[in-house]
């Protein structure tokens, strides 16, 4: 059975997408269609057995490294059966954790959320509800069970903000950490992948009246393009959700405490001070 040599294991909404996309391009890098087939985490996926993760890799050339990008899991507590599961079949694994400002990412979780129909526009009374939407961005708290597993020096902790400062270094970087030994060049023409700016929030029966075959044809053939996009554009979400500032406040000490743990892991790391610009702001 083909099995994955390195996993992309997160965070959601971190730019997971941007670096999957980035290494699929590169020569002698296999990654699994769907990118993220959550196996190991979902328990409805995990049911369909080893036979059929295996056959994600099926259609890697010889010598290709092989791997797939979950962010689940690293969705503590939502998913807590992740590396019983996945330990005994790949002992040996190559880890990459991405992740960036956890404010940030929490909002982009939110938008995420609420483009999807599962949240309303009050993020003060969704963020009391759905208290995964800060764990998720505790990062310390979610990759300190992998370093237990595999060791600190199989996870490459790597940021959003890095790809973005300088994406050559950064994705030859992730390629030594994964073993690719060939060069790898930047391809700038993917452009930043799964931005949350650009999500649509469903409507409901969308499946029905818009991704159905006949309702696809009928639209298309009735309703000019330009009015077509112009609904599309009014579903968008037109500005980025400013927190209110008493919970901004709650959530720096939540992710300030879990950065001093990210900082014991991984001592001087550059995303410490990439990813909690609010830390200067307090120790200044």
Not at 79 to 102: A, E, K, T
Not at 205 to 214: M, R, V
């Amino acid at each position: 059975m083909s099995l994955p040599d390195f996993l992309i294991i997160g965070a959601m909404k971190c730019g997971t997408t941007t670096l999957q996309a980035q290494l699929v391009a590169q020569q002698g890098v296999f990654m699994t269609t769907p990118k993220e087939p959550n196996f190991f985490s979902d328990d409805d996926v995990f049911a369909r057995g080893m036979g059929w993760y295996g056959d994600l890799f099926r259609k890697a050339r010889p010598g290709d490294l092989k791997g797939e990008a979950s962010t689940h899991y690293t969705k503590r507590p939502t998913h807590p059966h992740v590396l019983d599961r996945l330990r005994p079949h790949c002992p040996s694994l190559r880890l990459v954790y991405m992740i960036r400002n956890p404010i940030d990412r929490a909002v982009s979780h939110y938008i995420h959320e609420w483009s999807e129909g599962r949240m309303n526009s009050d993020p003060v009374a969704e963020f009391a509800r759905h208290p995964q939407m800060v764990d998720y961005g505790r990062y310390a708290y979610q990759i300190a069970p992998w370093i237990d597993a595999y060791g600190a020096d199989a996870v490459l902790l790597t940021s959003l903000e890095q790809l973005k400062a300088d994406p050559q270094a950064e994705l030859s970087r992730v390629a030594r950490h994964i073993g690719l030994t060939g060069p790898v060049a930047w391809q700038a023409d993917l452009g930043a992948q799964n931005v949350s700016a650009e999500r649509v929030r469903r409507i409901p029966f969308q499946d029905l009246l818009i991704y159905n075959p006949l309702a696809t044809r009928l639209r298309r053939a009735l309703v000019p393009k330009s009015v077509r996009n112009a609904i599309r554009d009014l579903r968008k979400i037109r500005t980025r959700p400013e927190l209110p500032a008493d919970l901004r406040r709650r959530l720096q000490a939540r992710f300030m405490a879990d950065r001093d743990d990210l900082a014991r892991i991984f001592p001087d790391h550059p995303a410490l001070d990439l990813c909690y610009p609010f830390a200067r702001a307090d120790h200044g």
